[in-house]
């Protein structure tokens, strides 16, 4: 790999130590990855100095100025994918295969919004006056980002901030903050000084950036329960903000599925990236027909998955990212035996010293049963019987979430009725996980406030300044 184990945040175009570092674990091996600047409320203040300095100059730039930088992100990113990807892998712990589909998805977010336009609305040009809406950049927005996908939810946030011709202060998570400061390192190229800046820190630098005076709006993707914090906290200067929170998707499975393709495609819907998904299948309602079927090819298909070393070839799931995430899947899966609840779990045989755990299946748990109701975020998949569809619908919006979901059936019509029915920001249809930086994205109630990607997304970034001129 060729990053130095040492990194350093970019203040103004700059490499800038902490006061002090901290060290990254590769959480497969408990190895150090590399340790990552400790960044004080002075580092702060610089780098939201420098992004404020850097505006004006930004901001005179049209969106049609910009595009090239955007590009040149895109490019010297691409060129760098399996660099990122392996720094990904050893920080994040996902299979490689993976790391490099997100750092490539990332590359392709800042190509793809970097093609969006904004065109000077005209609501009337008449006699009497001319009426337009022009849109602006807010001024410096904070984004802060969980460690389950780091590269790729940064571009959802800065791509449409410098295309909108904002300044960015970017917050990784103290889990995996060196993919973020790797790219700020590759920026210093590409951006003008203090375009963009990258800071790390422990827990105290996400609320301080969050009440920053100098700081305009928070995009900010993670846990419902943070999300509730960043707008407190945001509350005191009334910043604008966009929040991308948990999810408890469901998946809806009718018995006319083929099981041979159903079971693979459920199994990763809910376990890719170990089950450390926003939008994973958190719920998997299975009809009553053919529950038994599922549940026993589940277990038999969960059971032939490569757990590993995510650097390794073939390895197809790796270790809970971290040791608090570990705690709180273990505790999760404690009180769902406690409870009598039926568990399978399938054998663990890597001797590995990182943050492993099987898989479990937890057969048809009640719908107030805390494996059901919180998101697991690791390798837990419950698996709920329904008999109609009334009934899995009116359960399945029984949540306090609403990300996403699914629905799996030969028959695309019944499926599109159920989809039309659930109370979700996004639903897929015998497929999962599918976004585009062009397609809006967004959670209903507890998942979030704002919308990320496409047209809707990129207005979060702009504020409209509307200019009347009188004639005659
Ligand atoms: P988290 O909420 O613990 O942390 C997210 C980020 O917020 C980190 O950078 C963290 O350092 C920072 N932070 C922590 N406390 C803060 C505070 N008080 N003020 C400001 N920032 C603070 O989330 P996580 O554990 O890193 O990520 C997992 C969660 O993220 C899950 O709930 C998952 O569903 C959610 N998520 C949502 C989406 C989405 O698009 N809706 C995508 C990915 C993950």
Known sequence: MSFPTGFAMTIDGRAVAGDGSFVVLNPATLAPVGEAPLATAAHLDSAVAAARSALPGWRALSIEGRKPYLRAASDALRLRIEDFAALLTAEQGKPLAEAREEVGGAAFWLREVGKLTLP???????????????????????????????????????????????????????????????????????????????????????????????????????????????????????????????????????????????????????????????????????????????????????????????????????????????????????????????????????????????????????????????????????????????EVVARANASEYGLAGSVWSADVEHARKIADALETGTVWINEAHYLHPLVPFAGRRQSGLGIENGLDGFKEFVVPHTIVTARG
Not at 159 to 173: D, I, Y
Not at 253 to 277: C, I
Not at 297 to 312: L, R
């Open 120 to 390: 000077t609305a005209v609501h009337e040009d008449s006699d009497r006056r001319l009426v337009e809406t022009r849109y602006r950049p807010i001024g410096v927005v904070g984004a802060i980002v969980p460690w389950n996908f780091p590269v790729l939810l940064t571009m959802f946030k800065l791509a449409p901030a410098l295309l909108a011709g904002n300044c960015v202060v970017l917050k990784p998570s103290p889990f995996t903050p060196l993919t973020a400061l790797a790219f700020g390192e590759l920026m210093r190229d590409v951006l003008p000084a203090g375009v963009l800046n990258v800071i790390s820190g422990d827990d105290t630098l996400g609320p301080a950036l969050t009440g920053h005076p100098g700081i305009d709006k928070i995009s900010f993707t993670g846990s419902t329960e943070t999300g509730r914090a960043v707008m407190r906290g945001a509350a005191g200067s009334l910043k604008r903000i966009t929040l991308e929170l948990g999810g408890n998707d469901a998946a809806i499975v009718l018995p006319d599925v083929d099981l041979n393709k159903a079971v693979p495609n459920l199994f990763w819907a809910a376990m890719r990236n170990n089950g450390q998904l926003c939008i994973a299948a958190k719920r998997i309602f299975v009809h009553e027909d053919i529950f038994d079927r599922f549940l026993a090819a589940m277990t038999d298909y969960a059971q032939s998955v490569a757990i590993g070393d995510g650097a390794v070839d073939g390895v197809q799931i790796g270790p809970v990212q971290n040791e608090r995430q570990l705690q709180r899947v273990r505790a999760l899966l404690s009180e769902t035996k406690d409870a009598g609840l039926s568990v399978t779990t399938t054998e663990l045989d890597n001797c590995l010293p990182g943050y492993f755990l099987p898989i479990s299946i937890v057969a048809n748990p009640p719908d107030d049963s805390a494996v059901v109701r919180q998101e697991q975020f690791g390798p837990i998949i419950p698996l709920l019987k329904f008999s109609s569809d009334e």
